[in-house]
């Protein structure tokens, strides 16, 4: 019985430790809009994304999308063959592998305005440093930032009441 509260205690604090690490990113942030105003390629390269981690797209569904895009359409700004086309104005893509993502606005002339995106996202780590992506695509942006301390306070003022919680049912 006391090996079953061990090794429940264990998960219970690794699910809490690998959800609280996960940012969220409002495309675009400070101001977090999709828009024709914001150096994406600056803000991207401002930042470290991770597996787990998700950004946000938001915008006027009228005046804007996100198309999900190759790099070679990405690099000509072609909306011939989107991997996948959003519209909702609150778009939110989770970052599931390390790798690079493209996005753009599919209306015309927004992406040749600069209205597009390149993710880098590269492996965890268990340090606390960021882990070196790797390839053409590596650059030495500083760690992420959740959109709000708020966010990551939330998360693991959640996870230790969840493990307070556990471990008071195994006493």
């Not at 604090?13 to 977090?32: D, F, K, R």
């Not at 991770?50 to 790099?71: C, M, T």
């Not at 070679?72 to 592998?97: E, K, R």
């Not at 268990?126 to 942006?141: D, H, T």
Request: proline share 8%.
């Amino acid at each position: 019985m006391a090996a079953m509260r061990t090794i429940l205690l264990a998960m219970s604090v690794m699910a809490i430790l690998s959800n609280a690490s996960a940012a969220i990113y409002n495309v675009g942030e400070p101001s977090g809009q999709w828009d024709l105003s914001t150096n994406y390629s600056t803000w991207a390269s401002s930042r470290n994304f991770h597996p787990g981690d998700q950004i946000i797209f938001k915008y006027s569904p009228q005046a804007h999308d996100v198309l999900e895009v190759s790099k070679a359409d990405y690099d000509s700004c072609s909306t011939a063959s989107p991997i996948a086309t959003l519209n909702s104005g609150n778009d939110v893509v989770s970052l599931t592998a390390t790798g690079t993502r493209y996005f753009l606005c599919g209306f015309p002339g927004h992406c040749a305005g600069g209205m597009k995106v390149k993710i880098d996202v590269v492996p965890s780590s268990s340090s606390s440093s960021p882990a070196p992506a790797s390839g053409p695509s590596a650059s030495n942006a500083p760690p992420p930032v959740p959109v709000s301390a708020a966010t990551s306070i939330e998360a693991t003022g959640f996870g230790l009441a969840v493990l307070l919680a556990v471990a008071g049912l195994m006493a």
